[in-house]
């Protein structure tokens, strides 16, 4: 089945170690996304990616880091310098056509 | 700054009709949204608005006007699957979207 796929669907981590977070995807999308949520706020953008080998800062990307290595695949690593890392973690990719986003599962990460 | 507002919480009754609405304050406008989500799963797309008026989708209608920065989402029929949360988001005019923080919709028997 075509989608987005992220993987772990829950992970806990210790303070001060980093983590990983896969986003893959078999839609074609050029543009993908993660988001962060947070109960009651609106999602985050924290980098988003429109061509492999390229990827642009969101409004919250201190203590993230990402890489585009290939169309299908967009990770976020959840470093020990983000304060406050425990929230729902959101992928998503887009044709860029019409805006519509198509969002993987989530993965929900707690610092312990 | 950008702004989006829609109430945090809604309760209605199966069978019945709901408006949710939807306030924006953006730098541009490219389209909105409406999104559904239930509680632990991703957003799903339901509808996007560019122009004003009412665009219906079976059981579910979405309205805009864009002088008034303004829209709504109608749902009718309502079923007790449809309790969720529902998020507003505003293509900018750099085509980021903004997003609101969603209402959370309670459907009662």
């Known amino acids: 089945d075509g989608g987005i796929t992220q993987s772990p669907k829950y992970l806990f981590r210790k303070e001060g170690q980093n983590v990983t977070l896969s986003c893959e995807q078999n839609?074609?999308?050029?543009?993908m996304y993660w988001y962060r949520q947070d109960p009651g706020q609106g999602l985050r953008l924290i980098y988003y990616?429109?061509?492999?080998?390229?990827?642009q800062k969101g409004d919250i990307a201190e203590g993230y880091s990402v890489s585009r290595e290939k169309k299908e695949s967009f990770p976020l690593t959840v470093t020990s310098a983000q304060k406050n890392p425990t929230a729902f973690y959101l992928c998503?990719?887009?044709?860029?056509?019409?805006?519509?986003?198509?969002f993987g599962e989530g993965s929900r990460l707690t610092v312990l | 700054g950008q702004n989006i507002d829609q109430p945090t919480e809604m309760t209605a009754t199966e069978g019945a009709i709901v408006q949710i609405n939807c306030t924006y304050q953006?730098?541009?406008?490219?389209?909105l949204f409406w999104y559904q989500q239930h509680a632990g799963e991703a957003p799903t797309f339901l509808s996007y608005?560019?122009l004003d008026g009412l665009e219906e989708k079976g059981r579910f209608s979405s309205f805009l006007s864009r002088s008034k920065g303004y829209s709504y989402l109608l749902l009718k029929e309502l079923q007790m699957k449809d309790s969720a949360s529902y998020l507003c988001?505003?293509?900018?005019?750099?085509?980021?979207?903004?997003w609101g923080a969603g209402t959370k919709l309670i459907i009662k028997p």
């Open positions: 998503a990719g887009s044709t860029g056509e019409t805006g519509e986003l198509f």
């Open positions: 839609l074609n999308h050029d543009a």
């Open positions: 990616s429109q061509i492999v080998n390229d990827f």
């Open positions: 953006t730098s541009g406008f490219n389209g």
């Open positions: 608005n560019v």
């Open positions: 988001a505003v293509m900018d005019s750099n085509y980021q979207l903004i």
